[in-house]
């Protein structure tokens, strides 16, 4: 059995690199990778599950960081905005201009960006059913739907 | 952030959980069982809760079953409602399993919505309306007792008990199903109301969440439901009253406007479930 308590050293894979790294048994995920590694893309928000600013992947799958802890996090592959880099969904928010403050986007470009790993040509259902998880303020939502469409292939 | 500090045990097994869950109220922790984490990190971060330790269930292996065997669905407590909504053993409980937003649904147990403090526990309607054993383990080692006589209003564990699994009569996971889910808003919201129901031999079963303050079937409600000498119309209206409840009245909702709900929901799941002839 794994006990953490006090100050725990721990080791993450964060974006394809293992890194150890000093955490109180309560910080989440989130906390750690803005406060220790300086990965600020994850955005702390509503800090409840509600907003998906805060969006990280965990071996493949999207999660809300602010409800998992950093240990819960250990053994599993996380990857953060900063992980990836010129995705089609990405280029898809430039050119669509998906985005206005820009507070919500990383969120929903990882999201995004999950959701084509797994469903490379997604039918309406699927992108609605995914990208409920994000909310955003700004845009009416139209640029981010855009982006996706752009991003993905002919649908399913 | 969660202000106060907590310890973290990742238990392989359940005698390690038990006895990491015994060796924390030894040390005056309280201590909390952990599974998807949706609440209890929320909670904690608002104060509401201090959990002084927190035993991982995600890992142990009997937490993670899926499986049928001997006539039965298993389903381990520690399965994400993605993973039950993807299962086709139980389609009611993929059905009900569609709830909150598909990310949080990444992490978010099946034991921890039966057992986690909101009112709404809207998964375990599904196993209300079957024969569905439930396997705890605790100080006391393990049990398996009908969910039945332990979930009322909430799941009634005892100190130090955990939900390890919950088995189905593969029978009646196959039974034709209805269900309704009316919220305020947005689908995200928390339900108004909740109706699952399954079309047996006997006749309509049914169970509901968000209307009164816990999940709730009657055996009363579904006589009515059943008494095919009253017309659907006057059946639904004499099965609403027979919960004999207050209605929930909260910003969500008025009573009344659950009420409405409500009578709407059971005259559906009568022509629905072919319980009109
Ligand atoms: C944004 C959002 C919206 C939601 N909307 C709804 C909704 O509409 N309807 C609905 O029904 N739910 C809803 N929920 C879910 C609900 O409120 C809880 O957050 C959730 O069910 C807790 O599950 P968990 O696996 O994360 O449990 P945790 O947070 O890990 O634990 C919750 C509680 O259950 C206990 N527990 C966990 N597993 C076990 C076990 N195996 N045995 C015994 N005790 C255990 C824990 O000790 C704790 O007390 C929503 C949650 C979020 C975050
Ligand atoms: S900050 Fe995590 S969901 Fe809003
Ligand atoms: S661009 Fe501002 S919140 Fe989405």
């Known amino acids: 059995m794994i006990t953490y308590r006090g100050q725990a050293a721990i080791r993450l894979t964060v974006n394809g690199e293992v890194r150890e790294v000093v955490v109180r048994p309560a910080d989440t995920l989130l906390h750690v990778l803005r406060d220790r590694f300086g990965l600020t893309g ?48 990405q280029r898809g928010f430039l050119e669509q201009a998906g985005f206005q403050c820009g507070f919500c986007t990383s969120g929903f470009i990882v999201n995004a960006h999950a959701l084509l790993q797994t469903h490379p040509r997604p039918d309406r259902e699927t992108i609605r059913d995914w990208l409920e998880s994000n909310l955003c303020r700004c845009t009416g939502y139209e640029g981010i739907e855009k982006a996706i469409a752009a991003a993905a292939g002919p649908r399913e | 952030m969660i202000a106060h500090n907590l310890v973290y045990h990742r238990p392989e097994t359940i005698g390690e959980a038990l006895g990491a869950f015994a060796g924390a109220e030894a040390e005056g922790l309280k201590p ?25 269930l995600k890992t142990i292996p009997e937490c993670r079953v899926l499986t049928r065997r001997e006539g039965s669905a298993v389903f381990g407590a520690g399965l994400t409602l993605n993973e039950v909504g993807e299962c086709p053993f139980f389609p009611l409980l993929s059905e009900a399993a569609g709830i909150v937003d598909h990310t949080v649904r990444n992490r978010l147990t099946l034991g921890g919505n039966i057992a986690g403090m909101l009112p709404y526990r809207e998964t375990v309607l599904p196993f209300l309306l079957t024969d569905t054993a ?10 398996e007792v009908p969910l039945a006589d332990i979930f009322s ?22 039974l034709p ?65 027979a919960f004999g409840l207050r209605a929930r009245d909260d910003q969500r909702g008025s009573a009344q406007y659950r009420e409405m709900l409500l009578l709407r929901g059971l005259e559906e799941t009568i022509r629905e479930l072919g319980g009109e002839g």
């Open chain 2, 153 to 174: 209003r909430r799941l009634k564990l005892k100190p130090g008990e955990f939900l390890v699994q919950l088995r189905v009569p593969e029978a009646e996971a196959g």
């Open chain 2, 32 to 56: 909390y069982y952990l599974a998807g984490g949706t609440e209890i990190t929320t909670f904690s971060r608002r104060g509401l809760i201090t959990p002084g330790a927190l035993i991982d």
């Open chain 2, 177 to 241: 199903w209805f269900r309704r889910r009316r919220v305020k808003q947005s689908r995200l919201d928390y339900p108004l109301l909740t109706i699952c129901a399954l079309a047996a031999r006997d006749g309509i079963r049914l169970a509901l969440s968000g209307v009164f303050d816990s999940p709730v079937r009657s055996p009363e409600v579904e006589a009515v439901l059943n008494d095919r000498s009253l017309e659907p119309a006057r059946r639904a209206e004499t099965a609403a009253a």
């Open chain 2, 134 to 143: 439930a396997r705890l383990a605790g100080p006391g080692g393990e049990r």
């Open chain 1, 42 to 89: 994850a955005k702390a928000g509503c800090e409840n599950g509600d907003c998906g600013a805060c969006t990280v992947l965990l071996d493949g799958k999207p999660v809300k960081s602010c409800m998992v802890l950093a240990v819960e996090a250990e053994g599993s592959g996380i990857t953060t905005i900063e992980g990836l880099r010129d995705t089609p969904v």
